[in-house]
């Protein structure tokens, strides 16, 4: 049974969340706040965490940057749940590193959808040894880690499943719609803009000029693809 921590400053929310949760067969923690939450993943692990961003400090976005900046949890899928819907707040949350979007008020039965979505994405299972090699960069598939040249580089869960099928698919032309539905799945409610954010933070990580991409190209009108420039 999947454990899902549960952060909002609103009670029926929570309560909300977590009875559907629950329904759906799914072990649901509430927290009032940010701060008792990352108190209780320092003592366990969740398998998913769904956050508020409107919290006492620290706010959801907060949590979930420390999330991604720490190597024991940065792994773990965010799900943002939040009022804040304007298309820059949806596109801050997923740079920070938020696996999904969800905006309030929201359905029950589609944030438990999307919930089975991430863990389907996390548990899918991966040839154990198999490792990815191409522009500098060294991808342990079993072993969920990257570096380059030697140096490692720490992506958020969502980062590592697009980059390796990048990698997978190097030299090959790729649409949004593919990347949409290979990386993020077909139970996943978002649009491509979700794609760019994610190809835009990535670049960041790997790329020597993100401004000047060497590794990720944009093929105008298209889509992305991989290229191996060493």
């Not at 921590?5 to 923690?29: C, M, Q, T, W």
């Not at 961003?53 to 965010?78: F, I, Q, S, Y």
Request: glycine content about 8%; hydrophobic content about 40%.
């Amino acid at each position: 049974m999947a454990l899902i921590y549960i952060a909002d400053d609103e009670p029926n929310i929570r309560k909300l969340v977590a009875f559907g949760l629950k329904d759906s067969g799914y072990e649901p923690v509430e927290f009032a706040d940010g701060a008792s939450l990352l108190q209780a993943v320092n003592r366990k692990l969740p398998d998913a965490v769904i956050l508020d961003w409107m919290m006492p400090p620290p706010d959801g976005l907060t949590v979930c940057r420390m999330l991604r900046e720490n190597e024991k949890t940065h792994h773990v899928p965010v799900l943002m749940l939040t009022a804040r819907g304007e298309e820059f707040d949806r596109v801050l949350g997923l740079e920070i590193g938020a696996d999904d979007y969800i905006v309030k008020p929201f359905s029950i039965k589609e944030l438990c959808a999307r919930v089975r979505a991430v863990l389907r994405r996390t548990e899918r299972a991966v040839p154990a040894g198999e490792v990815l090699e191409a522009g500098g960069l060294r991808a342990d598939i079993g072993g969920h880690s990257v570096t380059k040249k030697g140096r490692a580089v720490n992506l958020t869960a969502k980062e590592f499943d697009l980059l390796v099928f990048l990698m997978k698919n190097c030299g090959r032309v790729l649409t949004r719609d593919t990347l949409l539905d290979q990386v993020w799945g077909v139970e996943y409610f978002g649009d491509t803009r979700t794609v760019d954010v994610h190809i835009r933070y990535l670049r960041q990580k790997i790329e020597d000029d993100p401004d000047k991409p060497a590794l990720i190209l944009t093929v105008r009108g298209v889509g992305y693809k991989f290229v191996d420039a060493e």
